[in-house]
């Protein structure tokens, strides 16, 4: 297996995570207080899963970009949005894991349950939004004439003669950078 596209960062994260739920598990056999231990593993369990879910996603990347057959190709005049799939999951994901520390971790203090009760009451506004289709819904379309941008109740049209894309990396991960620029 190839690991190239990861960054020392990724596995530090990884590893990290890791450690501190192998510390909690110990802990938790040792008979320490179980309950602020739960609160504990299970937030560096989900640093954990976000780290594995991080570098699956860098490491696919990576095999299609090195396929010498690829070429991107964007189908002209169907609008490219963001799933509402994946912001879905994530929230789902903060309402658990904020509700299981809040009641897990008042050993630990008052400050850590009300941060996590704010965590699981974020996640809970956003699966609201979603659930009545109220999102922020930005989109890009490809056509002929030029770039149609959407976002929210505004809708304009780039030229292309004002449009440039260039491939770019943001916290080691590429991606297309769309840059629009005034045309006289």
């Given amino acids: ?6 960054s020392p960062r990724d596995w530090f994260l990884l590893l990290g995570s890791a450690a501190f739920v192998a510390a909690g598990l110990w ?5 320490g207080d179980v309950s602020a231990t739960i609160a504990a593993t299970a ?13 699956a996603d860098k490491l696919a990347i990576q095999r299609v970009l090195d396929d010498p057959d690829f070429s991107p190709r964007i189908p002209g005049g169907v609008p490219l949005v ?16 904020g509700l299981l520390m809040a009641s897990t971790g008042g050993a630990i203090g008052r400050g850590f349950v009300v941060v996590s009760l704010l965590m ?31 976002d929210g109740s505004l809708r304009y ?11 770019v990396t943001l ?10 620029r005034q045309v006289s």
């Avoid at 802990?27 to 008979?31: A, K, L």
């Avoid at 937030?43 to 570098?55: N, P, Q, R, S, T």
């Avoid at 916290?171 to 629009?180: G, I, K, N, T």
């Fill in 120 to 150: 699981a009451g974020l996640g809970g506004v956003v699966l609201i939004l979603i659930a009545v289709k109220r999102g922020h819904v930005q989109s890009l379309t490809f056509t002929p004439e030029g770039l149609r941008v959407r």
């Fill in 171 to 180: 916290f080691d991960q590429p991606f297309a950078a769309v840059y629009l």
């Fill in 82 to 97: 963001a799933t509402r799939r994946g912001v879905a999951l994530a929230s789902v994901g903060l309402v658990a894991l």
């Fill in 27 to 31: 802990g938790m056999s040792r008979g």
């Fill in 1 to 6: 297996m190839r690991w190239r596209g990861t």
């Fill in 43 to 55: 937030f560096f369990g989900a640093c954990g899963a976000l780290a594995v879910h991080k570098i």
């Fill in 157 to 167: 049209l780039a030229p292309w003669d004002g449009v440039s894309i260039e491939l």
